[in-house]
DNA sequence: GCTTGACCTTGACGCTGGGTCAGGGTTGCA
DNA sequence: TGCAACCCTGACCCAGCGTCAAGGTCAAGC
């Protein structure tokens, strides 16, 4: 009669892994002896390899019990299902490779390759840290939402870097970094954006957005800008008075007809 | 502001995800509104988006802060080694396939294909079942235990099953299967075994053992032939008086010293 | 007879990455 | 005012054991 250590070292497995095999039903519970350890015969040690000869197959143990008292067809069908598994996991942890790859070769953390050119064109042009780095995070927010609309919106942007006037403009803006609620560059960065919407507004009379956003998405960037600048809720108020709403998607304000007190 | 829920659907996460995330410590914990509800902001889902870019990489939630915050060289250095972890296991769930593969393919359980042939041929031959059976549990036995020696040996086990006066020994062997303690084919089968045995010893003086199997192995081995035949246990005895011990690796018994009562 | 070390016993927690209750409070809209 | 849809914490669940804790048992050596 061998003991539960002896059971174990002759199917090259743990004492805890015979434990467990019995907690689970795999392999039955033998009798005791006057000290109540268990005590097997040879037949355990044969159950024991097979059941050790599927689990080292990949077949997970809660169809152990099905694969050992299975005939030829089920047998066949089970060995089917187990392989799609193995095969799955196998193209999972492909894909897990290629992307980590990708992370590796110097794609900033959850950016395209183009957001990160945009962003480096950024710290050449000499602009902000902050900026750039509000930049980057706005990317990564739309990014995650639209992902096929980055590329030709990212075109575009780039396009805008390179324009004189509009990259001044916004260069200006990042002093926002260090502008506090009261800084007197405000009001005077304010009437510039203001003037460059509007001649914007006037050349694109009718036409329709060409990167349609979901407001909860203009929302969270107009959220992220206001988190990362001192002087941006100020700036928005100035833009209100000067009758523009927003920043990420900055439009014309429709004035709220004021209730009057006969209404209230 | 954000709720737990909102930030989720940004980042494309479940809710349970996001507070999984507090607990193990990779997202802080933001400020609670006056009736205890978080409140994220936008930069929260930036960072949650970088986690979830790393994680939809494989990179195990252990390490994801490790490699949030760390430079290129040692980003680099991580990543090759979950890259490691991941060729590994990819190269496990192949080895897996090609077990199963082979287990579908017609391998009896935990048996190499010589065996299987062997204990054909013996249903061939009109062997007992249950002397088939315990010939193939055997033969699990010493596979698990000593697989390389398998097919020589299975070998020399086919060439006897084809040698008439041996073949016809071992089927009467078979009606072990239903001989009580005391059925008086007993003696006369272990008078042929005894013969046996000895013209093969006579055979053989001086030459070693061809295939050297440990005590142990030994020991289970008879234990299982014990298990599996209710007359085992009285062949055993018959073959001790005619002076040979043990069932599986048959010896000469060493006449242990009777101690004098002298000596006592 | 006593000690020592190697076994054995049950019970319980740990790992991964969350899913899924349970039992209760909050918010927002009709 | 009611209802649906959120939110909260706490807890158990999956696989396949590893590992510790706290105690009982066995064989051997002194």
């Not at 019995?22 to 005791?32: C, F, I, M, S, T």
């Not at 324009?163 to 009261?182: A, F, K, Q």
């Not at 203001?194 to 979901?214: C, Y």
Request: aromatic content about 6%; overall charge negative; hydrophobic content about 45%.
């Amino acid at each position: 009669m061998l003991t539960i250590g002896q059971l174990a070292s002759y199917a090259g497995v743990t004492v805890r892994t015979v434990r467990h095999y019995h907690a689970k039903g795999l392999l039955p519970e033998p009798e005791r002896d006057h000290s109540g350890y268990r005590r097997y015969g040879a037949a355990a040690v044969v159950e024991l390899v097979r059941i050790r000869t599927l689990a080292d197959a990949g077949v997970p143990l809660s169809r152990v019990r099905e694969l050992l008292a299975a005939d030829d067809e089920e047998f066949v069908a089970a060995v089917d299902d187990i392989d799609r598994r193995l095969r799955a996991e196998i193209r999972e942890r492909q894909s897990h490779r290629e992307r980590i790859a990708k992370l590796a070769a110097g794609d900033s953390l959850a950016l395209p390759p183009e957001v990160v050119a945009y962003v480096d064109r950024m710290r050449e042009l000499g602009f902000r840290e902050r900026l750039v780095e509000i930049e980057r995070d706005s990317w990564i927010l739309i990014a995650a939402q639209m992902p096929e609309q980055v590329g030709p919106w990212m075109a575009m942007k780039r396009a805008q870097l390179e324009d004189e006037s509009l990259r001044r403009l916004y260069l200006d803006v990042g002093e926002l970094s260090d502008c506090g609620p009261e800084d007197p560059r405000l009001p005077v960065l304010a009437d510039r954006v203001a003037a460059f919407i509007q001649a914007a507004a006037d050349g694109a009379e009718g036409v329709e957005d060409e990167h349609p956003v979901s407001e909860d998405l203009v929302a969270l960037l107009d959220a992220a800008f206001v988190e990362s600048f001192p002087g941006a809720v100020r700036m928005l108020e100035l833009l209100e008075e000067r009758g523009w709403t927003g920043w990420t998607n900055i439009r014309r304000k429709t004035v709220a007809p004021v209730p009057c007190e006969a209404e209230l």
